[in-house]
């Protein structure tokens, strides 16, 4: 018989009472005794009838309740004085318990004795409660009558254990014991304890639970300890009563120890224990906890925990089915209810517990914050982090921490998260959003990222308060200005449209309020906000969403009309995104709707009309087009648009590009042009009346001179308005339609990639000089607008396999790179020159201004199929017909050739500028483009790699073309994959321009962007191993000498510059913060196997570490073929990027010292025009990683300072170390800055010690001082040398932080080591405290000199030698030397020791003073303890700069 569990302790009240009313309500029993008759008073002559009757109490037969005419309370004191007052006391006591067990032996009477007595009716209004007791509770409350009726019920009640209950539900046994419960006064608490643990341990197990569970209300608090052992006991041998023990121990008062012993036992056993036992299980391990045990008890509680209980059975474990399916099938709705029910209770006792105990809250986290990375982390884990959260505001910060830490260290994944929001009652919602408003406002990606999936759950798990909520949340992140929770919080409006459509069109009015803050976003931002409403507006699963359509449509056509440029791209953004959610093909969802894949003729009439819309209002506006223009390419490119509107699309932009901008080849325009207009950079030599052109200088002329000179006739203003500026975007538009069309194939227009532009002369030999300003910027316009071109060409091209097509696109990328090269010759010398901008997106605006002229031009048609016709029909070129074209084609008057090539960069080293700053003026390449690096790279030295098998010529990449290609795809990496830390911008002001000219490769996510680069790492470290091969290949008498006999100058700096980029790329590419994401693991295993097969052939299943080693193996290699100080550098890096990784990184943390200390020791090669190729910063960054790098920081620098420096002293004027040839008077200040900057990062790190530590290591601590107070001397000392201001600065802002730090961890040291060390303490003040005269002597020449940047430090300088003086008196003062102590005065000095004369009129008096007061001690004053003379001398001379204090205040 199994009884049902009670937490409640009134619940045995409870049942007491309905067993009473059940009483009332059944018929007696039907075992009666003869002699008694219902409803009749008992009369009998008895002494225990008699005593009854006088006291007030009138006994019943049958089932009539016995009856209490007076109060109960006076009864007990009438019956009380009675039988004290009897004749016969103490023997009447004895005659009326006779009385009692004789009364009581029917079983009727007895059970009528324990129900409770009826009151009469006269007797109601007196005084005490309406409730009366049972005749023997009424008894028990006598104190003399007390001890022996209990030993009469116990008598009594074993007749009844092993009974079954009586037909009226009344339960004997538990009516007995009740009778025992909330007595005023036990009279002999031990001999009741007694009988009922002896009772208990014979009872059967139903009872045992009854009576354990209602020993505290029947108990006094004296017995606690006796019970609670007896229990602990009986805990061991019966396990079947650990619920009901464990709930009678947590409610009495029992030793700390025993609470432990019995703790420790019940932990074992939590993982084999019951669901519904666990509350109390739980209840009581909270309860017992201590404030010194607190941690232990909640780790090893967390540790044995069964997280299966704390999940949702029907969502969470049924994705986990896999794992569910064995032989449990609890499907049962009451087994469900029963353990959701348990859940509750559970996490309602950890809430209470948490909440109240701060002890136990605080222990919680710190259980969490110390599990090891490497362990397993639990969804409870999580779960408590944010229950504490919530009912903790004061550990709100340290559960941020600690989330931050763990969060970074990848601990808390998505998946863990995920586990979370699956708990049953996990009612955080609030709290929740207020953790993910905090994590979002992180600088950590991995952090934001966190933050921004609770967001994404709280929408998904939480009801439609919270979902409003959460909304309003990302809402208050997207208008708060700050670019990185813009961008986050409109990634998680994007995933929750995705997740559930329906409930965001619920919140689409909060979502629509961001309109109004469009003004500061950027063009991403703005494509993303427009997604969003345009997919809540046009979502063919929701109809009835009218308003929003009518509002978007409202905005986009303000914003078009409007005559602000900047509204008017907003405008043309937003009327883009809107086109392409409305023409996007949904034939992949016609199987799952009945209704027609295709747009309905509405639609499509709805689409065309917008897109109309937007070129009739972009079309007066050249920038504007551009926009137009790039907006749908982009569009197209990423969206899958209806076939019937693609169609219309392509038509369309097909005919119109071949109106605007091709011409016949034979008709090369005639006029009036300042420059002879020629067909130039054909990759096909064409008959006079064959082929196509691109028609560009006359359509840029139109602007710059015909109309400044008025020569616009009447006849072009029936031609259509076209910009040169259009022709690149354009044709991008073109070419993604036609790859949509067709598939990728280009065929179509495969022709304009190899037809020539209508162009001059480019290259300026003699006559740059003696053009006018405005015809040399009419040529850079009219380049840029070229490189353009060609860059979109290579854009459209640099994926076709054919061997003709490549060795055209390779082509076109010399033609870049020579463009190039001749447009750095305009700029040197063209001072106003402003060509115009690639793109006009809003980021654009802020930085370079546009002009809003029109431009408009004479248009010859030729259709372009003609060309594709022609091509097809007669020009089957061969690859050795089209190799040898280009090196000698007559439509390409750009040389070629080797030499030429040197020559041209002779030349433009006298007087050109750099092209990084002008990047704004051409288009970006494409990811894709970057295939081309898998061509080989052909050199004097090496031959690659085929790119093609099936060619028989070799196509070959020129190192100014790989360069160019290296440098745009560094320059992409920088920027995406290791974007500078975000700063904080007011919503109000401009931001940053930092990705400007980036807005393609925007539209890709980081990982589509790493997975690119990592397809391209075999190429690239082919090209790494060639550079690598190149630079060991140089003669050894020339090696590092960029002018030596036999070295090409310009070819070393190519392929330095390759090296280095190739470098960048691969440290941006592995420093990217996505590889600690789980889903981007696969990710970094791809990149780490292409670095290890170039070791050795691919072994199957290697492990991250292995991978990380050999791949840290492969790189570190390199390091003998570094070119300049900028590789090293980035080597370095990048080596320190794959040590981060490893989980072991201290195995290869000391080759990274190695490494950095060989390129400190390293020649490296200098410019022809500066002193030093070597920039400080990077010097700074080297310096500052081998000194955190190297085993032991203060041997290190002792070496630099005590062997490199003075060999610098003893050099000539321009020379450098021998030791280390990068130390030079230039760079002495950053050697010096960054030695005493690691000089007091490394003493900090060491702890004072306690003076019950070891000798031991108390000698390794002062030793460690020692070499330390020794570095400091060095690096002080040699202001003496270098006495220039950057030095003088270093010193007075490290050596105020040295001496605090000596202070603070070395004279707690020195307090306890100065008996037994006292030679070395003695050594070691008397070296520091030449080292503080020498910082006074600093603070003197400061004020001298009145260097407001020296004198700033000053104050703060004597204040921290103050307190040293004073903590060197209290260290005497400590070992018994206070006597040794003397104060005296010493004169300022400056750093050659002259004297500082402040006041004339005290120079005598301060001449005096200069032996008598300076600082000596007492060589009689030697105390007890045995301090020698020595000690004391060393103790005053620090207390000399005390002494010069007083002389600089005067």
Known sequence: ?????????????????????????????????????????????????????????????????????????????????????????????????????????????????????????????????????????????????????????????????????????????????????????????????TKIMQLISIAPVYLQHDFITSLPEILGDSQHADVGKELSDLLTENTSLTVPILDVLSSLRLDPQLLSKVRQLVMGKLSSVKLEDLPVIIKFILHSITAMDALEVISELRERLDLQHCILPPQFLASQSKMKNKSQTRSSGNQENSDEDCVFLIFDIIKSAVRYEKTISEAWIKAIEHIAPESEYKTFDLVMLLIIYSTNTQAKKYIERVLRNKIRSGCFHKDLLQGTFYV????????????????????????????????????????????????????????????????????????????????MRLNAVFVKGILDYLDKMSPRQI???????????????????????????????????????????????????????????????????????????????????????????????PQASVLYYDEFANMIQIVKLAPKVLEWVGQTIFNDFQDAFVVDLCAIPQGNYPFPVKALYGLEE?????????????????????????????????????????????????????EKQHNGNLEEIDGLLDCPIMLTDLEPGERLESMSDKERSFICSLICLTLNWFREVVNAFCQQMSPEMKGKVLTRLKHIVELQGILEKYLAVTSDCSPPLAAFDLETLDVTPHASTVFSAKIKKQGITGKRKRKAGGNKTSPHDMISKEDGSECDPTPSNRGQLEKEFKGKEEKTVSLQNYHLLFRELDMEVFCILRCGLLTKFILDTEMHTEATEVVQLQPPELLFLLEDLSHKVENMLTPSVARRVPF???????????????????????????????????????????????????????????????????????????????????????????????????????????????????????????????????????????????????????????????????????????????IW?????????????????????????????????EEIAGVGVPELINSSKDASSSTFPTLTRHTFVIFFRVMMAELVKTVKGLQA??????????????????????????LINLIKVFDNRPVLHVCLKYGRLFVEVFLKQCMPLLDFSFRKHREDVLSLLGTFQLNTRLLHHLCGHSKIHQDMKLTKHVPFLKKTLELLVCRVKAMLILNNCREAFWLGNLKNRDLQGEEIVSQNSQESRADESEDDTSSQVSKSKATEDGEEDEASDREKDEDSDESDNDDDSD
């Open 1 to 193: 018989m199994v009884s049902k569990r009670r937490l409640s302790k009134s619940d045995d009240k409870e049942t007491l009472t309905e067993d009473a009313s059940n009483a009332r309500k059944q018929p007696l029993s039907k075992k009666t005794k003869k002699s008694h008759v219902y409803y009749e008073v008992e009369e009998n002559d008895s002494a225990f009838i008699k005593l009854l009757k006088t006291s007030g109490i009138i006994l019943k037969t049958g089932e009539s309740q016995n009856q209490l005419a007076v109060d109960q309370i006076v009864f007990q004191r009438k019956l009380f004085q009675t039988l004290r007052k009897h004749p016969s006391y103490p023997k009447i006591i004895e005659e009326f318990v006779n009385g009692l067990e004789s009364y009581i032996e029917d079983q009727d009477i007895f059970r009528n004795c324990l129900l409770s007595c009826e009151r009469l009716q006269n007797e109601e209004a007196s005084m005490g409660t309406s409730y009366s007791k049972s005749l023997i509770k009424l008894l028990l409350g006598i104190d003399i009558l007390q001890p022996a009726i209990i030993k009469t019920l116990f008598e009594k009640l074993p007749e009844f254990l092993f009974e079954s209950m009586n037909s009226d539900g009344i339960n004997m046994p538990r009516l007995i014991i009740s009778q025992l419960k909330w007595l005023d006064r036990v009279v002999d608490g031990k001999d009741l304890t």
């Open 424 to 503: 049953h009652y996990l009612d955080v919602c609030p709290s929740i959003l207020s953790l993910a408003q905090n994590l979002l406002h992180s600088l950590d990606q991995s952090i934001i990222l966190f933050g921004s999936l609770l967001y994404k759950y709280a929408f998904k798990f939480f009801d439609t308060y919270c979902q409003q909520e959460v909304i309003g949340a990302l809402v208050t992140h997207i208008c708060s200005g700050n670019e990185a929770e813009v961008d986050i919080a409109l990634d998680v409006l994007l995933e929750l449209v995705v997740i559930n459509l329906s409930a």
């Open 527 to 621: 494509r993303k906000l427009f997604y969003i409403l345009s997919t809540l507006a046009f979502s063919k699963q929701h109809e009835g969403s009218s308003h929003i359509q009518d509002d978007m449509h409202l905005v986009i056509r303000k914003q078009l009309s409007s005559t602000i440029f900047k509204y008017k791209l907003i405008g043309i953004i937003g009327a883009i995104t809107m086109a392409g959610i409305m023409a996007v093909d949904r034939s992949r969802f016609s199987s799952l709707t009945q209704g027609k894949a295709d747009l309905s003729n509405e639609q499509y009439t709805q689409v065309t009309s917008l897109l109309q819309l937007v070129h009739s209002c972009s079309k007066q506006s």
């Open 686 to 738: 064409y008959g006079s009346q064959d082929g196509i052109a691109i028609n560009l200088l006359p359509l840029l002329f139109s602007q710059d001179f015909a109309e400044d000179e008025g020569r616009r006739t009447s006849q072009e203003s029936d031609h259509k308005l076209v910009s040169p500026l259009c022709l690149a975007p354009y044709f991008r538009l073109l070419r993604l339609c036609v």
């Open 988 to 1162: 109000l002001k401009g931001k940053g321009s930092q990705n400007i000219g980036l807005s393609h490769v925007q539209q890709r996510t980081g990982q589509e962007i790493v997975h690119c680069i990592v397809q391209l790492l075999t190429p690239m470290c082919n090209h790494l191993e060639n550079m690598h091969n190149y630079f060991q290949c140089l003669p050894a008498e020339n090696h590092g000498v960029v002018d030596g006999p036999g070295m090409q100058a310009q070819e070393y700096r190519l392929m330095s510059s390759c090296y280095q980029r190739l470098l960048q790329i691969f440290h941006g590419l592995f420093a990217w913060s996505g590889f600690f994401q789980p889903e981007n693991q696969n990710l970094l295993y791809s990149a780490l196997e292409v670095l290890t097969n170039r070791l050795k052939p691919r072994e199957p299943d290697q492990s991250l570490e292995e991978l990380l080693s050999q791949s840290f193996h492969y790189l570190q290699n390199f390091h003998h073929s570094i070119p300049s100080f900028q590789s090293a550098l980035y080597l370095i890096r990048l080596l320190m990027v794959i040590l981060e990784k490893s989980r072991v990184p201290t195995q290869n943390k000391e080759k990274i010292a190695s490494l950095a200390r060989h390129f400190l020791c390293r």
């Open 1165 to 1197: 090669p200098s410019g022809e025009k500066e002193k030093s190729s070597i920039p400080n910063d990077q010097l700074h960054a080297l310096l500052s990683i081998y000194l955190e790098h190297t085993d032991s920081v203060l041997k290190a620098i």
């Open 1249 to 1274: 010690g306690t003076a019950a530590d070891s000798q031991q290591i108390h000698e390794e601590k002062l030793l460690y001082w020692n070499m330390a107070v020794r570095d400091f001397s060095i």
